[in-house]
């Protein structure tokens, strides 16, 4: 037994170690500042929508403009859209109507937002995503490093229920670490919806937009067809924060639903997905605790809430994982029982839209 709970081990010590060394990581700073073209797609608008808006349009950035996309003009999202303009009047902002229809919707807006786009720099970014002062610079900074394609970053939620909270837990304590370890075990195409920052150029390379217009996981997709050109993914220090708005416990099931499934038909299917288990601290601790093999048991604990501490208080400076602490273990036996879940099925529920993937990860009209 002893030896099977070696795996989990060296995971947890791993992604311990990855956190710790992200502590002390820094990007540095551009050298230019060319124009960026912010691309949001947006569907409806959560508390906090405004805030995220104003984020970006205050950037401590020279030249940049927001083109925003929505598919109604009666999308709650519009008056908050025509207030950040009235309130930026100087700031290039523009208002779209999605006229591009692709079984994944978001990139049919942005199939349209990148032809509107002005600059060669595109930012690319879920239309909830709260940015820091100095977001631009960052992650500009990042995409001047020698053979980088892409720039992405790491997100931490915000909610305003408890279902909710218990995501966002997932995000800071499980998502983030994982993140850190996928380049040491050989996924170096991750890229996250929260920050895409790529040159219109390389864009042009692999196809444009339209090569993801059936993709579910099309931030994932733009990762792997940028790495295709023989350019790298860099994770920038920046760090976001993106609205989880599950409402209750079934509205975040099917939002976690949806990411399980989607990992399994976006990377590896079934075989690469079967893997994921051993980041499962939390119930290996248990089959050892029942195996009698406390040390390792008690060890496997410890480690997993160090790496929740390490990765999601001080990454990324996300305040409820201190007061949640308590709550991963049981946080970490839902994510179990959603990966079970997802080892099957092919629909998921996304913008209000229920949609059937193929097992290549392709949506099915």
């Given at each position: 037994?002893?030896?099977?709970?070696?795996?989990?081990?060296?995971?947890?010590?791993?992604?311990?170690?990855?956190?710790?060394?992200?502590?002390?990581?820094?990007?540095?700073?551009?050298?230019?500042?060319?124009?960026?073209?912010?691309?949001?797609?947006?569907?409806?608008?959560?508390?906090?929508?405004?805030?995220?808006?104003?984020?970006?349009?205050?950037?401590?950035?020279?030249?940049?403009?927001?083109?925003?996309?929505?598919?109604?003009?009666?999308?709650?999202?519009?008056?908050?859209?025509?207030?950040?303009?009235?309130?930026?009047?100087?700031?290039?902002?523009?208002?779209?109507?999605?006229?591009?229809?692709?079984?994944?919707?978001?990139?049919?807006?942005?199939?349209?937002?990148?032809?509107?786009?002005?600059?060669?720099?595109?930012?690319?970014?879920?239309?909830?995503?709260?940015?820091?002062?100095?977001?631009?610079?960052?992650?500009?900074?990042?995409?001047?490093?020698?053979?980088?394609?892409?720039?992405?970053?790491?997100?931490?939620?915000?909610?305003?229920?408890?279902?909710?909270?218990?995501?966002?837990?997932?995000?800071?304590?499980?998502?983030?670490?994982?993140?850190?370890?996928?380049?040491?075990?050989?996924?170096?195409?991750?890229?996250?919806?929260?920050?895409?920052?790529l040159r219109r150029a390389d864009l042009a390379a692999i196809g444009g937009m339209e090569v993801?217009?059936?993709?579910?996981?099309?931030?994932?997709?733009?990762?792997?067809?940028?790495?295709?050109?023989?350019?790298?993914?860099?994770?920038?220090?920046?760090?976001?924060?993106?609205?989880?708005?599950?409402?209750g416990w079934r509205e975040a099931h099917e939002h976690q639903l949806r990411w399980a499934r989607?990992?399994?038909?976006?990377?590896?299917?079934?075989?690469?997905?079967?893997?994921?288990?051993?980041?499962?601290?939390?119930?290996?601790?248990?089959?050892?605790?029942?195996?009698?093999?406390?040390?390792?048991?008690?060890?496997?604990?410890?480690?997993?809430?160090?790496?929740?501490?390490?990765?999601?208080?001080?990454?990324?400076?996300?305040?409820?994982?201190?007061?949640?602490?308590?709550?991963?273990?049981?946080?970490?036996?839902?994510?179990?029982?959603?990966?079970?879940?997802?080892?099957?099925?092919?629909?998921?529920?996304?913008?209000?839209?229920?949609?059937?993937?193929?097992?290549?990860?392709?949506?099915?009209?």
């Amino acid at each position: 037994m002893a030896y099977l709970l070696l795996a989990p081990l060296a995971y947890q010590l791993i992604a311990l170690l990855a956190s710790i060394k992200r502590l002390f990581q820094t990007d540095p700073p551009p050298t230019a500042f060319p124009p960026i073209s912010i691309l949001k797609p947006v569907y409806g608008a959560d508390p906090q929508f405004y805030a995220a808006l104003r984020s970006h349009a205050a950037q401590d950035y020279p030249h940049f403009e927001i083109l925003f996309s929505v598919a109604s003009p009666d999308d709650p999202a519009v008056p908050h859209i025509e207030r950040l303009i009235a309130e930026f009047p100087h700031r290039p902002i523009r208002l779209l109507s999605r006229e591009t229809v692709t079984p994944n919707r978001k990139v049919g807006a942005l199939i349209d937002l990148v032809q509107a786009a002005r600059y060669d720099v595109l930012l690319i970014n879920d239309g909830d995503i709260l940015a820091p002062p100095h977001y631009l610079r960052t992650i500009m900074g990042g995409l001047e490093q020698p053979g980088v394609g892409l720039v992405t970053a790491l997100y931490r939620g915000r909610a305003e229920s408890f279902a909710g909270l218990a995501e966002a837990l997932g995000v800071a304590t499980d998502f983030a670490p994982s993140t850190l370890v996928a380049p040491l075990v050989g996924v170096a195409e991750f890229a996250m919806g929260s920050t895409l920052l790529l040159r219109r150029a390389d864009l042009a390379a692999i196809g444009g937009m339209e090569v993801l217009a059936d993709r579910i996981a099309d931030d994932y997709q733009l990762g792997l067809e940028i790495s295709k050109l023989g350019k790298r993914v860099h994770l920038s220090t920046a760090v976001v924060e993106t609205s989880l708005g599950a409402r209750g416990w079934r509205e975040a099931h099917e939002h976690q639903l949806r990411w399980a499934r989607t990992i399994r038909v976006s990377r590896g299917g079934v075989i690469g997905y079967l893997g994921m288990p051993v980041t499962f601290a939390t119930v290996w601790a248990i089959v050892a605790l029942l195996a009698g093999e406390w040390a390792i048991g008690f060890l496997l604990l410890a480690m997993r809430l160090n790496v929740a501490i390490v990765a999601g208080m001080m990454g990324l400076e996300d305040r409820n994982v201190l007061w949640l602490l308590g709550f991963v273990p049981l946080r970490d036996l839902w994510g179990a029982a959603v990966w079970v879940n997802g080892l099957w099925g092919d629909t998921v529920q996304w913008g209000g839209r229920w949609l059937r993937l193929r097992a290549d990860g392709r949506i099915v009209e």
